[in-house]
Structure formats: structure tokens, C-alpha cells
């Protein structure tokens, strides 16, 4: 296989129609299309659309991915949630673009790693289909909507690459500290240096918790209305139009959390993308001084695993011997043998060899004394002896043991 892409589209805000999906149906025979989304992959061929186009006329969600180590994200949103001073100070030409409709924004994170220096590395594409991004990343678009900016400077952070040293950072959202899983599973997909997030968190407030259930909050945004705004709402779902009241609703709250969330938290002064290089160095210096104490202690630790592994034990769950006065010998004899094994004699098999309930006790030397040599002369009537021959009994037996010489 010489290439692979991968498309994902979702629809949220309202499903497709049987038109759109006739429509979607003509592009692509061989794709999975439902009132909700499209996805299909090619592996010689390309979508024959344009994604952007789609993502104007039909859906709200879109992920990119080719093994060529280029990614892609597009989110479709409300113009009601931010204004075009609020989402264009985190716009560059190489991570994060945005698009502006005639009711929506288009919001894009593209990773191109095709831009990047040779020497970086590039096999994390090997075995990634593309197929569980959408999954992981669906939730920043409800992030969005609630006015968190967190995404967006992601967005900005993952190409200061390609920016210039004198250019400041755009405003720090608070909480970058606690990214949430769909903050972080962005992280991953952009591939955002860890040191310099490390960098870009020093500037950010940690986020005020108001003390407040949903419940309450829910309770003092709607004291907030008026009563004209709720007459239109109920009017929408009247005439059937459930779906637009629904998203009014939802837009006019996020568009009050985002207001009540930027004024809790102070702002911090910006910081030039020299500086936040500077730090980003300074971070990786930590980082790597704290993973060699990391790894020396993890040495140290198989260390002492291995030499408990080789100390002598009684064969019963591995509980250390209460008599010690074979101990001393036994790691003796396999220090020895072990020094003059066999090449291809094991350790394991040594050490099995020479545990301590393994060596036997030498007998004691016989208190009688050693038996005189028998005369080579046989007896009338009997066969000669033959000097210097053992039986296998005799050889069984301890060396202590007095030499006797069989006769046959």
C-alpha cells in the first residue's frame, strides 16, 4: 500500500436530509453515509470534493489523516460565539485557520509534518488509521461554544515553529494546567512540543471554581433574560422549530459562561515566542535531569531485585534460610562454577545446581581402619583377582570409604 487517507465528517447541529445524502452518495459509492456523517478511506485514490466546501454546506465536524504525516481538524461554529477579534490573534499560516461564512466560522488545526526538519521523527503515523480522532476530539467543539479558548491557543502553540522571535503570544486562556482529555487528545493529534507546553503553562491562571452547582448557574442566566427573547424561544418550538430554539438557547448560554469565565480570570502579560523558547529549553533541561534520576533509580532497584533473586532460599515461597551455615558456601561454589562453566551452562542452571538444601553433608571417614592390600596370588581352585578394578558399588561409594579390590 503505497498511500492512506482517512475522512471523517459529522453533522451535529441538524442531521442531513435524503437530498444531502443523494447528494454525498454521488461523490463516493463506497462510503459509509448516514443522517449523521460520512467516512470512507482511500488507499490509491482521493475524495473527490472539497472538504471545505462540505464542511460549509453540510457538517459541523471534520478529521483528516494520511500516513504522509498530515493531519486535520475543522470545526463548524455559531458566528453568535466569538467575535473576529477574539479568534484571529490565535491564527497562524501553518496550524490554525480561520474562515469566516455568512452564520458560521470554520476553524481548522492542520498538522504537516512535511514542513518539519528531516531529522524529526515521523513513524507515530505507522498503524494509525485515523478512525478513533473524531471520538476523542468531538469535544472541543462543546468546549468552544462555552467560550474555551484553551483549544485555540493549542492551535497557535503547535506552529510557533514557523513564527518569527519578536512575535508575542496571543492572550493566555487560564487552566492550560488542566487540560481536559479532549484538550489533550489535541495536544497528541498536533504533536505539540510537551516542553514548550510546559512553557506556555507558566503564563496561565488556574481557573476560579465559582462554588456553584449547573443547576444554580442555569437558574441565574436565565434571570438575565428578557421577556421578548423568551417569547421568540417558545415561539420557534410552537411553529416546530425545536432544533433552532434549542441551539439559541445553547449559544446565548455559552456565549454568558464564556462572558462570566474571561471576567474571573486576570490576564497575564504576553511573552515574545523568543522567550517562550527560552523556557521551553529550560523545562527540557528539568524534564531530562528528572528522567535520569527516574532511570537510576529504576536501575537501582532491578539491581537489588536481581541479586535477592540470587540469594539462597528453602524452597518454600522463597523465604530465606534460618540456618545460614551453608549459605556462605553455596554462593561461593556457584561464584567458581559460574567463572569456569561451560559457555553454554546456564546461570539459572548453576544457581539451581548449587542451592543450599541441594549440597550435601560429606560422612564422617570410617573409624576402621583402611583394609590391608590382599595378596595378587589366588588360591588353588579359585581365579586370579585383577588388581585395579572397581565395581559400580565401589563406586558409589564415598572416597573415605576403604578401596577394595573385586575379583572375578
Request: proline residues 6%; aromatic residues 8%; hydrophobic residues 35%.
Amino acid at each position: 500500500m503505497s498511500e492512506y487517507q482517512y475522512y471523517e465528517f459529522m453533522a451535529i447541529d441538524r442531521p442531513l436530509t435524503r437530498a444531502e445524502m443523494a447528494e454525498l452518495r454521488a461523490v463516493s459509492t463506497r462510503a459509509v453515509i448516514t443522517s449523521t456523517g460520512f467516512t470512507n478511506h482511500y488507499e490509491w485514490g482521493d475524495l473527490k470534493a472539497d472538504p471545505v466546501d462540505w464542511m460549509r454546506r453540510y457538517f459541523d465536524a471534520f478529521v483528516y489523516s494520511a500516513n504522509w504525516s498530515n493531519r486535520r481538524l475543522s470545526l463548524r461554529l455559531p458566528k453568535v460565539v466569538f467575535r473576529k477579534a477574539e479568534l484571529m490573534p490565535f491564527a497562524n499560516r501553518s496550524t490554525l485557520s480561520v474562515e469566516s461564512g455568512s452564520t458560521h466560522w470554520v476553524l481548522a488545526w492542520t498538522l504537516d509534518e512535511s514542513e518539519l526538519e528531516e531529522s524529526e521523527e515521523t513513524d507515530h503515523f505507522d498503524g494509525d488509521d485515523g478512525s478513533g480522532w473524531m471520538r476523542r476530539l468531538i469535544p472541543l467543539r462543546d468546549e468552544l461554544l462555552r467560550g474555551d479558548l484553551r483549544p485555540l491557543y493549542l492551535g497557535w502553540l503547535a506552529g510557533v515553529h514557523a513564527l518569527n522571535a519578536d512575535i508575542l503570544e496571543p492572550e493566555v486562556p487560564p487552566g492550560l494546567t488542566e487540560l481536559s482529555p479532549a484538550q489533550q487528545a489535541l495536544v497528541d493529534f498536533l504533536r505539540v512540543d510537551p516542553d514548550l507546553l510546559t512553557a506556555a503553562r507558566k503564563g496561565s491562571a488556574t481557573t476560579s471554581s465559582p462554588g456553584i452547582g449547573e443547576d444554580q448557574e442555569i437558574n441565574a442566566w436565565v434571570g438575565t433574560w428578557q421577556a421578548d427573547e423568551m417569547r421568540n424561544v417558545l415561539k420557534h418550538i410552537a411553529l416546530g422549530q425545536g432544533q433552532e430554539a434549542e441551539r439559541q438557547v445553547k449559544s446565548r448560554y455559552a456565549a454568558w459562561l464564556k462572558a462570566r469565565l474571561l471576567s474571573s480570570c486576570p490576564t497575564s502579560p504576553s511573552r515574545s515566542v523568543a522567550e517562550l523558547h527560552e523556557l521551553a529549553q529550560s523545562a527540557a533541561a528539568v524534564r531530562r535531569k528528572h528522567e535520569a534520576k527516574e532511570r537510576a533509580k529504576q536501575e537501582a532497584e532491578r539491581r537489588q531485585q536481581r541479586e535477592t533473586s540470587l540469594l539462597p532460599t528453602d524452597g518454600h515461597g522463597g523465604q530465606p534460610l534460618e540456618d545460614r551455615r551453608y549459605a556462605g558456601q553455596a554462593r561461593q561454589c556457584f561464584r567458581l562454577r559460574a567463572r569456569d562453566a561451560h559457555p553454554r551452562r546456564t546461570v539459572r542452571r548453576l544457581h539451581a545446581r548449587f542451592q543450599p538444601q541441594n549440597i550435601r553433608r560429606r560422612p564422617a571417614a570410617l573409624s576402621r581402619p583402611p583394609c590391608q592390600a590382599r595378596s595378587t596370588v589366588a588360591p588353588a581352585g579359585r581365579s586370579r583377582p585383577v588388581v585395579g578394578v572397581r565395581t559400580a558399588m565401589d563406586r558409589r561409594r564415598n572416597d573415605h570409604a576403604p578401596f577394595e579390590i573385586a575379583s572375578i
